[in-house]
């Protein structure tokens, strides 16, 4: 990439905050973004008009040139002018494939405006239904943008009118996902009107492109671009981008359309920031305030080799020096940023100072991580709030055990996995205390494939590995008795019973309407109206934990419980994370304790006492409330011709999947399945048999549900049998002293 000319004109165009933009571009998988990226690159001058297209300048990790796929998002600065005025774009490329999605959430909170990429031929995919949703949740103003145009007329053959209507539809199909998703007072604002320019048709290979007003006063029309294509003659396709360049469409959109930091905070800080609203810190967020206290999101962090941990994210107040000391939030530590910088795409270009409303790049802050709130220090002892903490899609279900091929790397290695998880924290990397194992959990089988290119690559690090494991959870369909947890010394008793959550509950806690740390009054109040709960228990509830089970004290007056509650909290906390069945976490359960008898002297209830009781009564019940291991479901949108559909229902029936939906358009059938992800491993090449190749699929997580009662047993053994547990399961008695 050659140097920048606009680095300076960026730096001093930062300064105002009308004339900045943060987009990014989302779409499902191959559908366009990163050809559309470097489309906008080369009319900065960032690369060469001859290769934008083919240079895909931001996939610059060699596992995404040789995948073809984009797998982490790249930032850029880009300088453009309008009627003659400058601004600078800050633009993110985020990938597209499901086992990246939370990329997008991470990218998606630093911005204003998304550029959502469809492919006019494949219309509205698994991928662009998630990726819009995620948009709308952050409050993120879509554009849409049409690309491939060029695929109706050269693959479909369809005349101007044809090529309208198909447009029209799909606009459609957008329309009702924005009208779905969106906050009732942005669906009027958001909905995509051609009219109003907020919706761009081209072709990001061959580099043209218009809006509805944008088409007219150049005097381009539809039957042009079919024409330029069905002639067979290139110079008409030129002349079109020469005439209507992809890049002026998009980015007089994006400048016209999105909203600066400043209008954009004011709407976007009440949704994403969890705290007072009424305070300092954050009227200066929304005013985008260059003079107020410093508040910087980190969303992403990347291991430099040269330079260690730089952590990227947006200043939402304040000016963001070198020097600065800052307190970390989340990770409660004060640290100094050493140097700040602008992203470049693979490079960083340093800068004096990076004001509110822009996309920063730091050295020096270590201990972030992504999500991290950053505070002026003297804000510290505040307690003023910190962002929403991000909710990602999906979660990892697929582990791997890996261990180097030569056994002298293997402090090498763990060091690689450790910095692999701190860039992308949906890589959970843990360890088998008991077998020594090292455990990688991803979210597909793409996403952990990618990991161990990367450990390869960038780390030197050769693996071995096992087959993929499905991670399973561990709940429960029945309510128990109350059991009686007994310390091991006997001075104290618990009184424990255990029940399923109602799958409300579950949603609430799952897109995190429901936290542990809200106002109890508040929690119960939501609970009562959307979850069926009792006003009076529901105030009781004490923790909840990240795999969605709740534990309430339903005591009254019992004498030295709120001294010890904490700990008896940590003994939930443990018992929640490996159940009694395979000892996998447990999701979806509530614990209430009902009443308790503790001893009066400390030494007597520490946690050594304290954390069997509460295992042992919560597991006694666990075995008592007809136990089950939940699967992790993936969900299927497979188009397909319509004389393939037996073959295909067959694919799925076989892998202990349902249908769920099938719909027709013309010669094309939609069909929307969930199959369990353990059935998955040869999935594609089934698929691809099954159709001739000619089915287009998407993949996402859907649900955990129970595991069919004939398969459990044999399940449980064999996870048992991995783990090196005793062959046979646990009794209640086990547990009851």
């Avoid at 996902?177 to 290979?205: C, D, H, T």
């Avoid at 294509?229 to 469409?249: C, V």
């Avoid at 997580?701 to 646990?730: C, H």
């Amino acid at each position: 990439m050659p140097r920048y000319k606009t680095v300076e004109q960026v730096l001093s165009l930062m300064k105002d905050v009308t004339r900045v933009r943060n987009i990014g571009i989302i779409a499902h998988v191959d559908h366009g973004k990163t050809t559309t990226s470097d489309t906008l690159l080369a009319a900065s001058g960032i690369i060469s008009q001859k290769v934008a297209g083919e240079a895909l300048a931001l996939d610059y990790l060699s596992v995404e040139q040789q995948r073809g796929i984009t797998v982490k998002a790249a930032n850029v600065s880009l300088y453009h002018e309008v009627e003659g005025k400058g601004y600078v774009i800050n633009l993110i490329d985020t990938p597209g494939h499901v086992d990246f999605s939370g990329r997008v959430t991470r990218s998606l909170r630093v911005l204003d405006g998304s550029i959502v990429v469809v492919d006019a031929v494949e219309g509205v995919m698994t991928q662009t239904e998630t990726v819009l949703r995620q948009s709308l949740e952050e409050r993120v103003r879509p554009i849409l943008f049409i690309n491939k145009v060029d695929r109706l007329v050269k693959e479909l053959k369809l005349s101007p009118q044809e090529v309208q209507k198909k447009l029209t539809d799909l606009i459609m199909e957008v329309n009702n996902l924005i009208e779905m998703y969106a906050e009732p007072e942005f669906k009027e604002q958001w909905r995509i009107r051609p009219e109003l320019g907020n919706v761009v048709f081209g072709s990001a290979k061959d580099k043209w492109g218009f809006t509805v007003p944008m088409a007219a006063k150049k005097g381009v029309k539809f039957s042009d671009v079919v024409n330029a294509y069905s002639s067979g003659d290139k110079s008409k396709i030129e002349e079109l981008s020469t005439k209507s360049p992809i890049h002026e469409a998009l980015l007089d959109t994006v400048i016209r359309l999105v909203p600066n930091p400043r209008e954009a905070q004011k709407y976007r800080i009440p949704k994403i920031w969890k705290g007072d609203l009424d305070n300092d810190l954050v009227k200066a967020m929304l005013n985008a305030d260059p003079n107020g206290p410093i508040v910087l999101m980190i969303n992403d962090m990347k291991v430099d080799p040269h330079a260690g941990l730089v952590a990227t994210g947006r200043v939402f107040s304040g000016t963001l020096r070198a020097g600065e000391e800052i307190w970390l939030v989340n990770a409660k530590k004060q640290q100094r940023v050493l140097q700040v910088s602008l992203y470049m795409g693979a490079t960083r270009e340093l800068a004096e100072e990076i004001p509110a409303g822009n996309i920063a790049a730091a050295l020096g802050l270590d201990a972030a991580r992504s999500g991290e709130t950053a505070i002026d220090v003297r804000f510290k002892d505040t307690n003023f709030g910190s962002f929403e903490s991000l909710h990602y899609v999906s979660e990892p279900v697929v582990t791997i055990s890996v261990e180097p091929k030569n056994p002298k790397d293997l402090t090498k290695m763990i060091d690689a996995l450790r910095k692999l998880s701190i860039e992308d924290p949906n890589l959970v990397v843990k360890i088998n205390e008991e077998t020594g194992e090292y455990l990688l959990s991803g979210m597909g089988f793409l996403h952990l494939e990618v990991s161990l290119q990367l450990l390869k690559e960038n780390y030197g690090v050769d693996v071995v590995t096992t087959p993929p494991i499905i991670v399973y959870r561990e709940s429960i369909r029945a309510k128990s008795q109350v059991f009686e947890g007994k310390s091991p010394n006997k001075h104290n008793k618990l009184y424990i019973s255990v029940e399923p959550l109602n799958n409300e509950t579950i949603e609430l806690i799952a897109n995190g309407t429901i936290k542990e740390d809200m106002d109890n009054k508040e929690m119960a109040k939501i609970l009562r109206d959307n979850a069926g709960w009792d006003y009076d228990e529901a105030k009781k509830i004490v923790a909840i934990d990240e795999n969605i089970n709740v534990f309430v004290d339903a005591t009254s007056g019992v004498q030295h419980l709120r001294e010890v509650m904490d700990t008896i909290i940590q003994g939930y906390r443990l018992a929640m994370k490996e159940g009694p069945l395979a000892f996998e976490p447990v999701r979806g359960v509530k614990v209430v304790l009902h009443d308790a008898v503790i001893h009066e002297d400390p030494a007597h209830r520490g946690p050594a006492q304290l954390y069997p009781a509460v295992r042992n009564a919560i597991f006694a019940g666990f075995l008592t409330a007809k136990p089950t291991l939940l699967e992790p479901l993936q969900k299927l949108d497979i188009r397909v011709p319509m004389e393939y559909v037996g073959n295909v229902s067959g694919v799925i029936t076989r892998k202990r999947g349902k249908v769920l939906d099938m719909t027709q358009s013309g010669n094309v059938a939609r069909i929307t399945a969930e199959i369990p992800v353990s059935e998955s491993f040869e999935l594609a090449s089934e698929l691809r048999a099954a159709s001739a190749g000619r089915a287009f699929w998407g993949t996402e997580f859907s649900r955990w549900a129970p595991v069919p009662d004939s398969l459990l047993t044999d399940i449980v053994m064999k996870i048992r049998e991995r783990k090196g547990k005793p062959k046979q399961l646990p009794k209640v008695e086990d547990f009851l002293s």
